[in-house]
């Protein structure tokens, strides 16, 4: 599986939870003090407490998840295939016709129409996907929707027979660091396996696996195989989807990430309301850390909350009144401490209505409205993948605008420029990846001439040329290079 960051392995996960304690509360006695502050069972039922209920309960939510990428080969098979039949002759061996990438993951059943939620990583180019349920059956299921961004899809069995058991979304704002969770899920394929552990820690924001940042830490033992698949807390609520875990061999080591509960419920949303793009508010501000010398020039006890750094002309931050060396800090009253979660907290605001933000602006905190919408997009994208020789062969080019800066996550003021192309994706093993383009760059001037759409760049790079001279920003640093043609 791939890694997030160099730390981080990607691991396809399946949840369940039981709390059988609870229900038998009142006719448990209490545990007799030792003199060393242990305890010991008084009753049978004391000694039989256990999470099975729960687990019975959670696991037929559970699915796992197969997507395979069926790619066709060519009529002309190249050089290697005429090799082999001269070396071999008419008897040679028959080379397939197609070439197939699989893989394996997690899912959680969340509606009885066969909705399913899943990570995007476990069905990326993935164009088949199937999903076995708890009792065998197996059923086709249709991509409804991919959000990379957050690094969750959206799944629907195509042809559901009846008998599904959806998991009920739980509250993620609810838990508490020490709280008991369970994992349910599929680790290395060896199986639907429960592990248990707690939360041991929230709104962890450097993990790398996604844009939107925000993750449950648990010691649950997840591995990898259980990706997509659900954190259930004590109540039999889905309160994550495991998406990662740390780790240096592959295996556990008690540090697993998932995405909170009310992340995935805004995902779910959107597909349920025929969306195939989940659309979020836009600021257009560009944040950065309060670090410990701004916390005290600004009078705060400690670092918290999010700088202004600078805003986008015309953008809500600009029409709310937001200046430049403002702290913000909260989203309707919940806290945040750095842009991630930030980014996480106004995203799930929705894109209609308005949000107040808590802003400290000297020594006065103020409430300031701002409205919610999305990034406008100002011009057509006009999708340009170049295939004519050239520096760009095989990048993918589109217009800029508000929207696709916000998508990409591209500070738009630090370019310089509200306008332009930029590089949208650059495939792997290409003259643009080899001449070291790379997703997010700005195309500035192609042989000294500005490019200020894809229409421009269609056109500079259809002509040969002996020499290219190829300018882009990259960060706000402008970058110049000369390639061979």
Not at 209 to 232: K, R
Request: net charge neutral.
């Amino acid at each position: 599986m791939r890694r997030p960051t160099t730390s981080l392995l990607l691991a396809a996960l399946l949840l369940g939870v039981a709390h059988p304690a609870a229900a038998q509360a009142e006719s448990v006695p209490p545990f007799r003090a030792l003199t060393d502050n242990r305890a010991v069972p008084e009753s049978k039922a004391q000694v039989q407490l256990s999470f099975a209920p729960l687990v019975k309960r959670a696991a037929p939510s559970v699915v796992n998840v197969y997507g395979t990428h069926v790619e066709k080969r060519a009529a002309n098979r190249g050089a290697m295939d005429e090799f082999l039949r001269r070396f071999f002759g008419d008897a040679g061996p028959n080379l397939p016709q197609e070439r197939a990438q699989r893989s394996l993951g997690s899912g959680v059943i969340v509606d009885a129409s066969g909705l399913i939620v899943t990570n995007n990583h476990v069905i990326e180019n993935m164009n088949e996907v199937k999903v076995a349920l708890n009792d065998r059956r197996e059923f086709e299921a249709q991509i409804l929707l991919r959000d990379p961004r957050t690094d969750l899809a959206i799944l629907k069995i195509k042809s559901p027979t009846g008998g599904l058991t959806p998991m009920e979304i739980g509250d993620s704002e609810g838990l508490q660091v020490g709280d008991f969770v369970i994992a349910i899920g599929n680790p290395f394929g060896v199986g639907q396996t429960v592990t248990q552990g707690i939360v041991s820690a929230l709104a962890r924001t450097q993990v790398g696996s996604a844009d939107y940042q925000f993750f449950i830490q648990t010691d649950a033992a997840i591995n990898p195989g259980n990706s997509g698949g659900a954190l259930v807390d004590l109540n039999g609520g889905l309160v994550g989807i495991n998406t990662a875990i740390y780790s240096q061999s592959g295996g556990s080591h008690g540090i697993g990430f998932a995405i909170p509960a009310s992340m995935v419920r805004a995902v779910v949303e959107t597909a349920k309301g025929g969306s195939r793009t989940v659309r979020r508010p836009w600021l257009g501000a560009r944040l950065q850390h309060v670090t410990p010398d701004i916390a005290d020039s600004v009078g705060l006890d400690h670092p918290t909350g999010v700088l202004v750094a600078s805003m986008q002309p015309k953008s809500p931050a600009e029409e709310a009144g937001l200046k430049r060396g403002d702290v913000i800090l909260a989203v309707d009253g919940q806290t945040v401490d750095d842009p991630e979660a930030f980014g996480y907290r106004f995203a799930l605001k929705g894109i209609k209505g308005e949000t107040k933000l808590t802003v400290l602006r000297g020594a006065t905190r103020t409430m300031v409205p701002v409205r919610l919408g999305p990034a406008p997009e100002t011009r057509p994208r006009d999708t340009l993948k170049v295939k004519t020789r050239s520096p760009f062969l095989g990048a993918t080019a589109v217009n800029l605008s508000p929207a696709v800066a916000e998508e990409m996550q591209l500070d738009v003021s630090a370019q310089g420029q509200g306008d332009g192309v930029i590089i949208a994706e650059v495939e792997g093993g290409t003259v643009a990846n080899r001449v070291g383009l790379q997703k997010g760059d700005v195309v500035v001037a192609v042989n000294g001439a500005p490019v200020a759409s894809t229409k421009d760049l269609e056109r500079m790079t259809r002509a040969p040329a002996a020499m290219w001279e190829v300018t882009i920003n990259r960060g706000g640093q402008q970058l110049t290079s000369v390639f061979g043609g």
